[in-house]
């Protein structure tokens, strides 16, 4: 049974840091990787990493946010900093197998003063 448990969310200032984790159980997974969904809004890409290491980030967390993984622990992390109260939103975790696509409940960052 495939499972995927998130932490790290919370409450932060403009400018401030946060880093969320995701560890996975129950497969092996090929690309884990974050999407977030503010309210009102769909659910988009944030960042993938591949089991090589093989990075994407969208064009508006560049440079901010970095995703990174380890694949002995099947984790994946997102260092976020230089947060925007734009980047307020539930984050999701994902990890793809060869067979379907699995999803963590999310976890809440607000970002604001």
């Known amino acids: 049974q495939v499972q995927l448990v998130e932490s790290g969310g919370g409450l932060v200032q403009p400018g401030g840091s946060l880093r969320l984790s995701c560890a996975a159980s129950?497969?092996?997974?090929?690309?884990m990787g974050w999407y977030r969904q503010a309210p009102g809004k769909q659910r988009d890409m944030v960042t993938t990493?591949?089991?090589?290491?093989?990075?994407n980030y969208a064009d508006s967390v560049k440079g901010r946010f970095t995703i990174s993984r380890d694949n002995a622990k099947n984790t994946v992390y997102l260092q976020m900093n230089s947060l925007k109260p734009e980047d307020t939103a539930v984050y999701y975790c994902?990890?793809?197998?060869?067979?379907?696509?699995?999803w963590g409940q999310g976890t809440q960052v607000t970002v604001s003063s």
């Open positions: 994902k990890a793809v197998t060869s067979l379907r696509d699995y």
């Open positions: 129950g497969s092996i997974f090929a690309t």
């Open positions: 990493i591949t089991r090589a290491g093989y990075t």
